[in-house]
């Protein structure tokens, strides 16, 4: 049986594999062959190491990347399709994750059970107990029960609090049975003393020795004094006896710090020195500190995480992926994604001045959020005047189309209250332009990792927003791409506007009005009228398309921008027949 720890700066894993071969690298389980995935590490390879225990008790490391080393501890490396075989404990490297092989402790079979001693209650103030000076070397299972404890009890308290650091203290005199204890944190290049125990002791000169604290983050190793050693001349002079110091440790294995405790000559413990004993119960303690604080740390992060994901999602769904935080990985997803647009924006701007302008930017956006977050969709992005939304990422949304047709509708339906607001100091109505397409898209953080960005990238993105820029052209205020349309299955009244080459994206694409989720009698015969027309265009039967539209320009209903270029277009072919007729129409603008 082995044993497999894997530490970069993002993650760890403790694995134990019983036996056969045992992979690591980026990419998914293949083979059957059970593996460590590494998710955070871009230099680790899809596939990238296997390792395998022989019969002789040594292991065999296979390189099996294409084009990274494997680095040992010793300098040298596994090349790529290479092969070593180690006897373990073995460390090494891929990528910049670092992997510990070993074998598991072995199991000391079953117990008799017996009753314990009652444990320490929480908040205990000052128990008696034995400390490790009065017993000397063999303490009995109670006194280890209660030393336990009281690193527990140390953990307990908030790490990174004052009685975090105030309870180690202590137990360096109350538990270890040192004089006086010291909680020292490595700050700005300085030794700090964060805590110390007793409070009111009163120490001549400096509280630590910085040789001491400079040797051991260099060595990086508890230091101890036993009776036989001489303690430095200027802790002489202060009447400190013995010294004993244990590095504290962050998550990336620095030394930030050192619980240290001293040993006087004038108490009734003088002249028998710190043993190793002690020495190692200071190294537990100083465990535990590190240990608190690689979980403020991870809690800092996670709390920092949240925050940020709350700015995207709601609440619920923001812990869901802070539960499952690869879910920002970049992962391959059907969406639909709906851009919008303020027009005329910027002459809007010169009207209204730099404040009024932000208020009316700040309105609409904040309006435009509540209905996209109402239709179970994902703010990705505002840029000036526009927004873009993302349905079905990062969770999965069946009904992701017909939910950004709602927002869409709902959107449009908040008209009548910007007016009410604005109308008066802007003297026009402020109207809204929506595009929306259906496609695969790269979805995850698209920032970096020093700024968090949650979007989409990808050709389905691209089309969305062209589509809004469409609505600029066709005076429609909703344009929605064939394969959303594909997905409504009739539940919205729809328009289908024509076929279009848009700037910039390779192919044609069918634009539809999204007019409302029903519709009157009177809109849907405009509407076949409309459509047939453009049947008849685009058959190249332009006489027939022609009095087919005409009858729109002469009902009560009203014509738009998107039936009057319609009707040009067949008017220009009837008038001057092409030779190759192509009806897809050219769009010059995004």
Known sequence: MLRFLVKNQHDSQEIEHPSGPFEFGRGGTRDGVPRCVIQHDLYVSKDHLRVLELEDGRVRLENLSQRNPIRLEDGSAVAVNGSRELPPPIRLTVGETTIDIDRPPGDSGERLLQTLSTPMPRR??????TSLIDLGQSPSPETLAHWFETVIAVQRAAAGSQEFYAQTAR??????GLDRGLVILRRDGRWMVQARYPEDSVSLGREFSITTLDRLERERKTLFQSSK??????????????????????????VVGAVYGTRSRFTRHAGIGIGSLEAQVMQ????????????????????????QLEQFFPGDLARDMERNPHVLDGQE???????????????????????????LASDIMDRLTERVREAGGVVVHYAGDGLMALWNAPKDVPDHAERAC?????????????????IQRLGESVRLGIGINTGLALCGNTGSKVKFHYGALGHAVNVASRAEGATKQFGIPIIVTGSTH??????FATRRLCRVRLVGIDGATDLYELHSETATQEWLEWHTTYERGLALYEAGNWLEACRSLHTLL??????????????SRATAALQDPPKTFDPVIELDRK
């Open 333 to 359: 997803r059907e969406v639909t994604v709906l851009f919008s647009d303020i027009r005329g924006f910027s002459r809007m701007a010169e009207r209204l001045g730099p404040m009024d302008t932000f208020r």
């Open 406 to 422: 709602r927002a869409a509708l709902a959107i449009l339906a908040d008209q009548p209250v910007f007016d009410a607001e604005w």
């Open 486 to 491: 594909a997905r409504l299955n009739s539940k």
């Open 554 to 567: 002469f009902s009560e209903a009203d014509h738009d921008r998107s039936t009057l270029m319609l009707l």
């Open 229 to 254: 050693s001489s303690p430095n001349p200027s802790e002489s002079l202060q009447g400190i006896e013995a010294v004993a110091a244990s590095p504290i440790f962050d998550s990336q294995d620095k």
């Open 171 to 176: 137990a360096v005199v109350t538990l270890v």
């Open 124 to 129: 205990a103030e000052e128990p008696r107990h």
């Open 284 to 307: 537990l303690l100083a465990s535990a500190v590190g240990v608190g604080l690689a979980r403020q740390e991870q809690e800092t992060r996670a709390t920092r995480r949240l925050v």
